[in-house]
């Protein structure tokens, strides 16, 4: 059975930084797309970063580019979202997800697998 499971939310203050990992247990995704999502009340789930096997050339959305770092580590099966300079509008709830994708995508169809979620909350 394939679970994701992510640590690392929580609160802070706008400027703070936060790091998120997500670990992934079942079967291994070291050849697959790795990828974080978030969802802020009342807003549909919003693509965020995603990283192939390789770690070479990750995709941010415009909104996290220059903020955000993901990174993986694949023997540990983990994928990380270093989160720095955090403003109000990046309070959410971030969820790892994976699947049988190998190329990059920021479509949420193409992810089998979901974590269940960490809160972020950013205050001004």
């Known amino acids: 059975q394939v679970q994701l499971v992510e640590s690392g939310g929580g609160l802070v203050q706008a400027g703070g930084s936060l790091r998120l990992s997500c670990a992934a247990s079942g079967r291994s995704f070291s050849s697959n797309v790795m990828a974080w999502f978030r969802q802020a009340p009342g807003k549909e789930r919003e693509f965020v970063a995603a990283?192939?096997?390789?770690?070479?050339?990750?995709s941010y959305s415009d909104s996290v580019k220059g903020r955000f770092t993901i990174s993986r580590h694949n023997v540990q099966n983990t994928v990380y979202l270093q989160m720095n300079n955090l403003k109000p509008e990046d309070t959410a709830v971030y969820s790892c997800a994976t699947g049988l994708a190998t190329r990059l995508t920021r479509l949420p169809s193409e992810y089998d697998y979901w974590g269940q979620g960490t809160q972020v909350t950013v205050s001004s």
């Open positions: 990283i192939n096997w390789s770690g070479r050339s990750p």
